[in-house]
C-alpha cells in the first residue's frame, strides 16, 4: 500500500502555544488529505477534508480557526493547532487517497498540551 | 443517524483458532465498506474492502462477508497470530463524509 509519514510522531507543548502537524504523502499523490482525531479507546474521528490548493471542509464541530489546515502541494499538508489548550492534547492522524477508494494513513502524531 | 458500529467492544481467541469481528451500519448507501487494523500508537492499516454488489472477497488469511438484507459486515481471520492482536474498525462512507469509522474491537490473541 501507499505509504503517508507524519511529523512529529510526537509533542509536548505548553498551554496557549502553537504547534505544526505535518504528514506527507510519500510514493503517491495526495490529492484529497484528511484529518482525524482520535481519543484514547475511542475511534477516529474525521476533523476537516483538504483538497490541494483550496480551503479545508471542516466537520461540524470543529474550529476552523483553531485547527488551521494547509494542503500546499499534492504530497504535503499540515494541521497547526493554534492556542493549544489541554482538552487538545490526542492522537492526530492523517489520511490520503488519489481517488482511489482506500485512505492510506500515517502513523499519528500523539500530542499532549500541558 | 448514520452509523458504523461494532457489535463486541473485545475479543479474545486462542492462537491458530479463527477470528470473527462483526459490523452493523446503518445507511444501505454505502458503496463500500473497509476494515483496517490499528496497533497500539499507530495510524489504521488496510486490511480489505468489498463493494457493496459483493457478499464475499478474500484475502490472506482474511475473509469479509457482507449481508445487506441485514446490514451487517464480518471480519473473518484464519489461523489468528499473535500479530494480529489490534484494534479493527470497520469504515464506510457516509453521506457527505468519506469514511465513518465504527468504535472498534479490540483482538487479543492468547498464546
Known amino acids: 500500500g501507499a505509504v503517508v509519514s507524519q511529523h512529529p510522531s510526537w509533542v509536548i507543548c505548553k498551554s496557549g502555544t502553537s504547534v505544526k502537524i505535518e504528514c506527507r504523502s510519500l510514493?503517491?499523490?495526495?490529492?484529497?488529505m484528511f484529518w482525524y482525531r482520535q481519543f484514547p479507546k475511542q475511534s477516529l474521528m474525521l476533523m476537516a477534508t483538504?483538497?490541494?490548493?483550496?480551503?479545508?471542509?471542516?466537520e461540524q464541530g470543529v474550529e476552523k480557526d483553531k485547527f488551521l489546515i494547509n494542503h500546499a502541494s499534492l504530497t504535503l499538508s499540515t494541521l497547526t493547532v493554534t492556542s493549544a489548550h489541554p482538552e487538545d492534547s490526542s492522537f492526530y492522524i492523517c489520511?490520503?487517497?488519489?481517488?482511489?477508494?482506500?485512505?492510506?494513513f500515517g502513523p499519528g502524531t500523539r500530542l499532549t498540551v500541558t | 443517524g448514520e452509523s458504523v458500529g461494532l457489535h463486541l467492544p473485545t475479543l479474545s481467541v486462542q492462537e491458530g483458532d479463527n477470528s470473527i469481528i462483526n459490523c452493523a451500519y446503518s445507511n444501505s448507501a454505502s458503496d463500500y465498506f473497509i476494515w483496517y487494523k490499528q496497533e497500539s500508537g499507530k495510524g489504521p492499516q488496510f486490511i480489505i474492502d468489498?463493494?457493496?454488489?459483493?457478499d464475499k472477497r478474500q484475502g490472506q488469511r482474511v475473509t469479509v462477508l457482507l449481508n445487506k438484507t441485514v446490514k451487517h459486515l464480518s471480519l473473518q481471520i484464519a489461523a489468528t497470530q499473535p500479530g494480529d492482536s489490534a484494534v479493527y474498525f470497520c469504515?464506510?462512507?457516509?453521506?457527505?463524509?468519506?469514511?465513518?469509522f465504527g468504535k472498534g474491537t479490540r483482538l487479543s490473541v492468547i498464546a
Open positions: 483538504s483538497n490541494e490548493g483550496s480551503k479545508a471542509t471542516y
Open positions: 510514493d503517491f499523490q495526495a490529492t484529497t
Open positions: 469504515a464506510a462512507p457516509m453521506g457527505n463524509t468519506p469514511l465513518v
Open positions: 489520511g490520503g487517497h488519489a481517488g482511489l477508494r482506500e485512505q492510506y
Open positions: 468489498i463493494r457493496s454488489n459483493m
